[in-house]
Nanobody, 125 residues
């Protein structure tokens, strides 16, 4: 069955960096759309960044542009999210998701079928 396992979260000071990993199995990784979402306490889940594993096309929300970089390793069936210049507003549980076709509206959580369990990112001094 489809599995997504996130890792790499933790506590980091403002201005610091973290690299999240999403290890995938149970589907054709080389032709997937995989997206990172996040959810802060009391807020809705929001899309962060999306990648097409076949072509490597990457998409970002405005708040992530210039700070976050999404990438994939097709041999390892893993998608990464490198996060730099972290701010307290980035504190959230980060999830990866897949199970949809195409990238139109990639930031809409309801369009995804499969989700990982999430990894906590806390940005605090």
């Amino acid at each position: 069955q489809v599995q997504l396992v996130e890792s790499g979260g933790g506590l980091v000071q403002p201005g610091g960096s973290l690299k999240l990993s999403c290890a995938a199995s149970g589907f054709t990784f080389d032709s997937a759309v995989i997206t990172w979402f996040r959810q802060a306490p009391g807020k809705e889940r929001e899309g962060v960044s999306c990648i097409t594993t076949g072509g490597g096309n990457a998409y970002y929300r405005d708040f992530a542009k210039g700070r976050f970089t999404i990438s994939r390793d097709n041999a390892r069936h893993t998608v990464y999210l490198q996060m730099n210049s972290l701010e307290s507003e980035d504190t959230a549980v980060y999830y990866c998701a897949t199970g949809r076709a195409g990238v139109v509206g990639w930031w809409v959580a309801d369009l995804y079928v499969y989700w990982g369990q999430g990894t906590q990112v806390t940005v605090s001094s």
